[in-house]
């Protein structure tokens, strides 16, 4: 019943620590001069890394894409000191949603060239791991709005959000498979929110891990 499986990348199948709000916290706190309350970058996980840049700096295009910039240059250096991984479980998951036939598409806030690179770290290969990789750089908009599901869909020929699940760890994640219409939407508790915050939006499941999906559609 089911023929697509979307998948946030950080906190959802990759472990990186946390490393992408920690420089984004520190770009836009280089940028203002201020500091930027938790609070804030909490309500931006899982977005579009420009959109959130830009609601959190009421910025210019302009500002937005040097801020932007020095987040990327940020990240990749604490992604060389410390280079993302698979979440335990996550790779034989993945083998086994796709030996039975069901897409496996990742969707992520990230740009398309972070997004590339951290697969290149992973090894993992479009084609041979995954099926499709949609990217916020490559949509209208980022979470909340349905777009990277729908361009999943498009680029793995599903034709029904009835036939899709969806999977993340921040409340946007959720908003998003909400909005698509997707038969279920899942909150996974391996990255950066807890079962409370993910329980209060519109759900289906609220699972441990990426690694239980295969069972859940058993």
Sequence with gaps: MIDLVALDMAGTTVQEGGAVYRALADAVTAA????????????????????????LLAASPAEVDTVFNDFR??????????????????PEALAELRSRGIKVALTTGFSRDVADGILTVLGWQTGETIDALITADEVAAGRP????????MEATGVHSPSAVLTAGDTVLDLRAGTNAGARYVLGV?????????????????IVPSVADIPLLLS
């Design 145 to 152: 709005a349905p777009y990277m599901i729908f361009r999943a």
């Design 189 to 205: 508790l391996s990255g950066s929110q807890d079962a409370a915050t993910l329980g209060r939006e519109r759900h289906t499941h």
């Design 32 to 55: 203002s001069g201020t500091p930027v309350p938790p609070a804030d970058i909490h309500r931006w996980m899982g977005a579009d890394k420009r959109e959130a840049i830009a609601a």
């Design 73 to 90: 240059t940020r990240l990749a250096a604490a992604y060389s000191a410390q280079p993302p991984v698979a979440l335990p479980g996550v």
